[in-house]
């Protein structure tokens, strides 16, 4: 990735205040940090987000999440239960652009920290609310984690084979969404403080963003009373589209369902009188046949190497792929080439490599600066420089355990 010539990023110009913790409120940071945004990311003095601990695979203790989610972030510890903690944060969001956080709704305001209250300090503060269930409504108040709004906004439901229970996708799809749509909302609310000179809330709920997903779904029940059902690799009625198996059982990935590219796939697969068969020679008969032609497909694939599949299909046109690992990533020309995979030091890993920062901005890229800080380690920087606490004040707020 080219940086621009005078190595601005299109967000260093703002300062973000990053409350909460997991991973719907700390992405959204993440993705503003690594477009330049100044993101000072507040923990709980000792204890510290929990996402510095979680994972399955850790190196000597230490998570693998946290270089990645803290990335580009500034840390700092702030006891926000506590009046004098609270004041401080009063000082902070003086100096802020935006505030950040994925609290149960209701917790800024039963410590003084409503937005009306913030907006006497800082009337130009975007305040970005994150939580399962939206600042309003009857489920407000609940307890809101990813895996419930994604069954409330849909996704589980048509999420793995038919044959099994609702699947999750493999990863925390519906925290993720909600820090993209909070990302999005702050952006634009910032867009609306240049014509406007005052700040807003952006509210994003976990299962509206899971549910802004959802394409034609609802319109699909109430005209045509169709209901979508989990199709395992498949979508019903497009045809040939599926994972198919190769001579080794390496699976492949063929895309071939419009006219012109599956009688290209039939000329490749040394079959080109199935492009005018009645049974697979237009899109709705290919959809009415499905399993013959997904038959036809595997057992051509079934009895090629991998590499001779992928290369046909390439020459044909015919969209196709791996099922990548991360393995296959690392090893993978391609990312290499658009540089998708970064590698940085770390205090605990030497080096480190995670995924780069996107979309790619051709004259302001962001940049992957730095990993997760320890907790912390910023203190000094922020409550010395940036407020302008003196050293007593800074130690007296040490030894009461607000930082």
């Not at 006891?79 to 009063?90: A, M, S, T, W």
């Not at 296959?328 to 030091?345: C, E, K, Q, Y």
Request: proline residues 5%; aromatic residues 6%.
């Amino acid at each position: 990735m080219t940086d621009a010539t005078d190595g601005r990023m299109a967000l260093d110009d703002l300062r973000v205040i990053e409350l909460g913790q997991l991973l719907a409120g700390p992405f959204c940071g993440q993705l503003l940090g690594d477009f330049g945004a100044d993101v000072i990311k507040v923990e709980a003095p000792g204890k510290g987000d929990p996402i510095r601990q979680w994972g399955q695979a850790k190196a000597d203790g230490h998570s693998l999440w946290w270089p990645v989610l803290g990335r580009n972030k500034r840390t700092i510890t702030l006891n926000l239960r506590e009046k004098d903690g609270q004041d401080v944060l009063r000082l902070l969001v003086a100096e802020a652009d935006v505030l950040l956080e994925n609290f149960r709704p209701g917790t800024l305001e039963r410590w003084g920290l409503s937005p009306d209250e913030l907006w006497e300090i800082n009337p130009r503060l975007i305040i970005t609310r994150v939580s399962g269930y939206g600042q309003t409504g009857p489920y407000a108040a609940r307890a809101g984690f990813g895996s419930v709004g994604e069954a409330m906004g849909g996704i589980r439901y048509v999420t793995g084979s038919p044959e099994t229970a609702p699947s999750r996708a493999g990863i925390s799809l519906g925290d993720e969404l909600a820090a993209v749509f909070a990302c999005i909302g702050t952006l634009a609310a910032l867009h609306d403080r240049g014509r406007t000179g005052r700040g807003q809330v952006v509210d994003s709920a976990i299962y509206e963003a899971v549910f802004a997903m959802m394409e034609s779904l609802i319109p699909e029940w109430q005209i045509a009373g169709y209901t979508r059902e989990r199709t395992g690799a498949t979508l019903p009625g497009v045809a040939p589209s599926n994972v198919y198996p190769t001579r080794r059982g390496e699976m492949v990935l063929i895309a071939a369902n419009q006219d012109s590219v599956f009688g290209r796939l039939c000329t490749a697969m040394g079959r080109p009188e199935l492009a005018t068969d009645e049974r697979f020679a237009t899109h709705n008969a290919r959809g009415e046949n499905m399993k013959e032609l997904d038959d036809l497909v595997a057992g051509w694939t079934a009895t090629h190497e991998l590499d001779d599949v992928l290369t046909r299909m390439h020459e044909a046109g015919i969209p196709a792929g791996l099922i990548y690992t991360a393995k296959d990533m690392l090893s993978d020309p391609h990312f290499a080439a658009r540089d998708a995979i970064v590698t940085l030091a770390d205090k605990h890993f030497g080096e480190i490599s995670m995924q780069s920062t996107f979309p790619r901005l051709s004259a302001s890229p962001g940049r992957v600066r730095h990993t997760g800080r320890e907790m912390g380690e910023d203190n000094e920087d922020v409550y010395g420089h940036l407020l302008g606490l003196g050293t007593e004040a800074i130690a007296r707020l040490r030894a009461d355990g607000i930082i």
